[in-house]
């Protein structure tokens, strides 16, 4: 079954600690995309990729940094610098686009993985 | 920048009843993509429905239909016959349909999500 993998579903952070989040798609996509979901604050953009060794940053990159060695893959590191990290995350991928156009398939989502700091 | 709003934080249905998700967003974009997903306890995100700005005619998927009205910016879901199982958090999201307008990648823009409980 194609989809996508988040891994750990929990994971505690101490103060001062970086931690990664995994995030792996087998469904041949060429975009994916980090989301941070708060309590009352809807999704919010992180960083997103749509080519390997390429990604940009979101609305609320930092404290964050990613990287996209394969096109498979797309790991999350929350840094010390983040300052408030406790939240739930969430990895998706879509297809890319034709030509100047974005197609309309839906993004696709991971489990996601929730986060807190101790 | 474009934003999706959602006025309702909760709303709640009696089960077999219809109840409407509202949903508003601001753009200055012609083309763009429109989409309600559904959250569920598990937290797992799936896709509800979609539209196309382009297409007048209102998207339908099964329970679930939408009314579009391009003019207000008004993106709102009809679910009929609600089901205890549709208990959730529902998100309105905006995606635009051309590559790297305003800087747009082809992220989803979200609206704060509204929780919807079904009553048996």
């Given at each position: 079954d194609g989809g996508i993998t988040q891994s750990p579903k929990?994971?505690?952070?101490?103060?001062?600690?970086?931690?990664t989040l995994s995030c792996e798609q087998n469904l041949n996509h060429d975009a994916m995309y980090w989301y941070r979901q708060d309590p009352g604050q809807g999704l919010r953009l992180i960083y997103y990729s749509q080519i390997v060794n390429d990604f940009q940053k979101g609305d609320i990159a930092e404290g964050y940094s990613v990287s996209r060695e394969k096109k498979e893959s797309f790991p999350l590191t929350v840094t010390s610098a983040q300052k408030n990290?406790?939240?739930?995350?969430?990895?998706?991928?879509?297809?890319l686009g034709q030509g100047a156009q974005w197609v309309m398939n839906e993004q696709f989502f991971g489990p996601g993985t929730r986060l807190t700091v101790l | 920048a474009q934003t999706v709003t959602q006025s309702q934080p909760e709303m709640s249905v009696q089960e077999a009843e219809t109840v409407t998700l509202s949903c508003t967003y601001d753009t200055?974009?012609?083309?763009?993509?429109?989409?309600?997903?559904?959250?569920p306890p598990s937290r797992q995100m799936i896709l509800v429905i979609r539209q196309e700005a382009y297409k007048q005619q209102n998207a339908t998927e099964n329970r679930f239909s939408v009314n579009f009205q391009k003019a207000a910016k008004s993106f709102s879901l009809k679910i009929s016959d609600s089901q205890l199982?549709?208990?959730?958090m529902y998100f309105c999201a905006y995606r635009s349909a051309i590559m790297n307008y305003g800087g747009s990648q082809g992220n989803l823009i979200f609206g704060k999500g509204t929780k919807l409980s079904v009553k048996p």
């Open positions: 929990y994971l505690f952070r101490k103060e001062g600690q970086n931690v990290p406790t939240a739930f995350y969430l990895c998706a991928s879509s297809i | 200055s974009e012609s083309d763009y993509y429109l989409f309600w997903y559904k959250q199982g549709d208990a959730a």
